[in-house]
């Protein structure tokens, strides 16, 4: 067995000490270690959007990124985005429209929704469906996502002016 590395990280707000294997992918130490089931394995090779999770503010594929890398971090998964709050718009905007159906996916869209609606609040629907482009969905198509994510960029900026 291989030396186990002690690692410290924030998930979903808590501070976390565990031990990790250095080769331990981060999706996997938050799906088996922590019980955090929402990001999934889709294709472990950072292409389908599936395991998407936030690094320090920033959107990762949690295949690619080790644990050991989360060391002192902050993590955000879609359970914890969803028990904030913060992305209660987008995912109301999600059923409403239909842009879902078997739901592997959504985790990893909706965190990159996250990140779009909040980096990019004047987002096009060109630059939506460029934004999301790396998250696969094999069911709905797209264009329900899109129209779901442009409701709550129009939402957002109607409730700023």
């Not at 879609?78 to 995912?91: A, N």
């Not at 990140?115 to 609040?121: K, M, R, S």
Request: hydrophobic share 35%; charged share 20%.
């Amino acid at each position: 067995m291989a030396d186990l590395y002690p690692i410290q990280v924030t998930v979903n707000g808590e501070r976390r000490q565990c031990s990790v294997q250095p080769r331990t992918h981060l999706v996997d130490f938050l799906r088996e270690d922590l019980g955090l089931k929402g990001s999934h394995l889709g294709c472990e090779h950072g292409v389908c959007g599936a395991c998407t999770v936030e690094l320090n503010g920033h959107i990762v594929r949690g295949c690619l990124t080790l644990a050991v890398q989360a060391d002192g971090g902050d993590v955000q998964t879609i359970e914890g985005v969803s028990r904030s709050g913060v992305i209660r718009d987008l995912q109301e905007a999600f059923v409403r429209r239909n842009a879902l159906q078997c739901g592997f996916c959504t985790s990893g869209m909706l965190m990159a929704a996250k990140e779009l609606v909040e980096t990019q609040p004047q987002a096009t629907r060109a630059e939506v469906r460029e934004w999301i482009s790396g998250n696969y969905c094999r069911c709905t198509g797209y264009h329900a996502i899109v129209d779901a994510i442009c409701e709550v960029l129009q939402q957002r900026q109607e409730a700023k002016a």
